[in-house]
């Protein structure tokens, strides 16, 4: 169960933040422990700023969380960072609705406008758009058509029911 967690979490930053980050992630999950950033820089031969860098976009999405202590010796902080492997389902649950509101910006857009699209490259514009360039294509002059968009808001909807549908009984599993 853990390799399937930690494989969710490594996909979850790739999605988030690219490639550049799973070096860190991938440390911090295999050694299941907390760690120094200095420790990691070592273990990874890079430089500490870089892996600071990676720690802090990951931490920023709730995948990695550090404890910060104060060194006796010297009275700098140091930083113990950790995999979030723990919170996994509520950091899914935050994704789901970051989407599901991103959706529903996208179906008040569809629904409060309308659009007209260019027959040759499929270009989508405003009416508001349309109307600036006479209803014609600014990048290749030809007339501009109508566009419903109805099925779009329907594809909308029927996405929104779903990821609330998910977050409803994902919400219900989690509190009980």
Known sequence: MTGNIDQLMKDMARDLLGEDVIDVLSFLLDNKTELTDEEMANKLNVKV?????????????GLVSYRRT????????VYYWKANVDQINELLLSRKREILNKLKARLEYETNNEFYICPEDKTKYTFEEAFENEFKCPKCGV????????????????????????????TKVGSS
């Open 70 to 77: 104060r060194d006796k010796e010297t009275g700098w902080y």
């Open 49 to 61: 700023n870089e892996v600071r860098k990676k720690l802090y976009a990951l931490a920023e999405h």
């Open 143 to 170: 007339q501009l058509v109508y566009y419903d968009s109805a099925k779009m808001r329907e594809f909308l909807e029927r996405k929104i029911k779903e990821i609330e549908e998910e977050i409803a009984r994902e």
